[in-house]
């Protein structure tokens, strides 16, 4: 990889020595397969370093033989440990990020994924789509912000959105993050109406945005959470569109994306044949990180803060966590809360411990504990109304049983329910932010907390079928036209009378309005049959009147009883008026 090139030249530049090694069972590389390179071809020499990774003493012990064996000459092991102490407390502050995703600045505290990072890496410089595909929790946000992006060329421009964070078009969000870019004062909508019609403009703009940049440089679209363009939060019209815009990125000469999405969503992704060629060639699989990368994630952002984790801890945490789904985030929450609890540990403010750990009743209790302590706080009780309005703005559930986190205003919760959501947000839970509009919002800080948090997994059990046929009814809303008569009216009349309270204004007045309207259509037919008749039967006495002169009237008359008939949801207004009158 050329990074291997740069990190040769660059210490060959100041007359220094460079010793390559081999660490533990590494392969040198082949003298033929460096012949055309050579200015790095001292790697096909390699020293042998079979490193432990477990003893400090034992591994320094093992690089001072074979600095030795090049002429270099040891200094004491106390000297070098009081250096590299020195060099590694380099972080001020808790080192670990809880539930928040890394960002570019949290890079030197970002470990244990550095293979993926460089391949990934390489993935993104020599492709133009990428998709960087993992269960939740696998930590695909923070690779992308605190593993990629700051290894990016010094002229690359990159921003970061979401599908849903500017509500229900996609196409606004990005054009919100970019109209900031550019040089003209272009605003944000007319950006978004112009890819929206014309998503070939990206390449123009892009190179709008890298005026004045370096050769080679480019403007990467970090589109996270790529899972929400197939949530009910985006509307179906401007899903198409916006995989339109990533084939025009893929062909562009400037613009390059990196998608994150949730491997449950893979099949959504599927129905899109404009997306699957994207996905077929620019796919890059991000696992659950391994017991050693944890161990790293563990043990090297405590050492760059200059604290000292107990190795009976780490051993701990490994064994309860294993490498199962989410294990990611529910070790880093609980070394946040950890880092917290140590403030408070007389003489052991330095140092993590295996104590804290079990008074913190591990892994599995640590979201748990840290969600009640919040609600008792607030005085809130098993069976509050509150607390469900707002797991049901910060949540939507999913086909599979499950919920994905929802972006919610705060201006959207009464005072109660602000209440609940300030204080989830100080125990870390929750967390907010500023749009571009200067709205402020609020969502849930990983899906760890819908998975192990037992109050919110009790209410989505007892809540799952009523929140699923809610977004059905936000399907229909959205249509403009009442509900259809038939089974869909009658479902949610029957929601209404079991859970009126579950169900908001806006929700109830359209369920009462489609009543109304099916009432009125019953009335409508009735009337209109029996005014039907009794113009037939006057215009049959008329024409016996006039039976004398022979005009007889014949009209080929059928039984007519009012019928039920359903209305498509696509209609409405004239529509409506005239589907009704051709029934």
Known sequence: ??????????????????????VNDAQPIPPAAIEDLPDIAMLATAEALPLRDVDWDADYACLVEVLEKQGFEAVAVATVKEEAAEVTAQWSGNPYRGL???RPEDAPIYQGRETETDELLHRIESQRVVAVIGPSGSGKSSIVAAGVIPQLGVDWIWLRFTPAEAGDNPIMALARKLAPKLAGAVSAEELAERLLIEPEAIETMAAEALAGSAAGAQLLLFADQFEELFSARVAEQYR???????TAVAQSSHARLVLTLRADYTEHCTRFEALMPHLNSGTYLLGTPGTSSLQKMIERPAQAAGLEVEPALVDKILDDVGTEPGALALVEFTLEQL????????????????????????VGGAIQAQGEKALTEVGISNDNTSLGNVFRALAKVDEQGGAVRNRAGLKSFDSAERSIVDRLVSARLLVTDTGTEGESTVEVAH?????????????????QELELWRQQLETYRRGGAPLARG????????????RRADLDEAEQAYILTSRRAARKFH???????????ILVMGAVYVATLENEERHYLFLPLRSMEPEMVDIPGQLNGADVAEFRMSK
């Open 100 to 102: 928040s995703a890394f």
């Open 1 to 22: 990889q050329d990074w291997v090139r740069k990190e040769v030249a660059a210490g060959l530049s100041g007359n220094g020595k460079i010793l390559p090694l081999l």
């Open 240 to 246: 198409a569109p916006f995989i339109a815009l990533i």
């Open 447 to 463: 899906e760890a907390v819908l998975r192990h948090w037992g109050r919110f997994r009790a209410w989505l059990q007892a809540n």
């Open 339 to 362: 880092y917290e609890l140590r403030q408070g540990d007389k003489g052991l403010e330095g140092k993590l411990t295996l104590a804290a750990y079990t008074d913190l009743r591990g």
């Open 523 to 533: 009335g409508w037919i009735g009337g209109g049959v029996a005014s039907f008749m």
């Open 487 to 498: 089974l869909p009216l009658k479902t949610a009349l029957d929601w209404l009378k079991k």
